[in-house]
């Protein structure tokens, strides 16, 4: 996710296309998602790493990490 | 998030670029996220509607929608 005073021009095109569609938002930024399918071995830590070095670009975005189970 | 049937050549890349350092991950599937601010009384209808025929493009893409609250 962009950092909040970094420019999200994406974000402002959806925006305006909600406007137009009649519905009002009072922002929306856009930013990426990685699903990574991973060992349990791996640690948190390892996935911070991960995200922070080479997923995200942490000059101009925040990012945060959430480990999620294998639903059955 | 794409598809599963979907190709994804982003997140084959970043599945390459972390064996290359040495982690070894079952698949990485990248994706967009968007972050919209909205009044309480727009209803889960309407934010899967805009989800579903706004953001995301349904032939190729599965989508969730999660409401979140305004931590202070």
Chains 1, 2 share one sequence.
Not at 39 to 56: F, M, P, V
Not at 60 to 72: A, F, H, L, S, Y
């Amino acid at each position: 996710m962009p950092k909040p005073e970094i420019l999200d021009p994406q974000g402002q095109a959806v925006a305006g296309a909600l406007a137009r569609l009649g519905v009002t938002v009072a922002g929306v930024r856009q930013g990426k998602h990685f699903e990574l399918d991973v060992d349990d071995e791996i640690d948190d830590e390892t996935l911070q790493r991960i995200a922070g070095n080479l997923l995200a670009n942490p000059v101009i975005e925040d990012w945060t990490v959430r480990r999620i189970g294998n639903e059955p």
